[in-house]
Nanobody
């Protein structure tokens, strides 16, 4: 069965870094785009980044450009979100999800993603 499992979250001070992982199984990993989303308490879920199946195209929310980097290792069936220069406003539950289509102009539409992980908590606080 299709499964996405996030890991790597935790508590970090402002300015620190974290690397999230998303391990996929039960589907052909390199045929699917992987999106990263986050949800802060009391806020709607928002798209953070997206990477297409073969890794040739990526997209980012304006709020994380220059600080976050999305990547993937299709041999290990794992996607990554490297988060640097973290800010308190980056706090939230981070989810990865998969979809068939590449990361186009509307990559952040969560309804286009058909399977989701359980999420991992990221807390940025001093």
């Amino acid at each position: 069965q299709v499964q996405l499992v996030e890991s790597g979250g935790g508590l970090v001070q402002p300015g620190g870094s974290l690397r999230l992982s998303c391990a996929g199984s039960g589907f052909t990993f390199d045929e699917k785009s992987i999106g990263w989303f986050r949800q802060a308490p009391g806020k709607e879920r928002e798209g953070v980044a997206c990477i297409s199946g073969r890794g040739g195209k990526s997209a980012y929310a304006d709020s994380v450009k220059g600080r976050f980097t999305v990547s993937r290792d299709n041999v290990r069936n794992t996607a990554f979100l490297q988060m640097n220069s973290l800010k308190p406003e980056d706090t939230g539950v981070y989810y990865c999800a998969k979809k068939f289509w590449p990361c186009g102009d509307t990559w952040y539409v969560d309804l286009d993603f058909d399977s989701w992980g359980q999420g991992t908590q990221v807390t940025v606080s001093s």
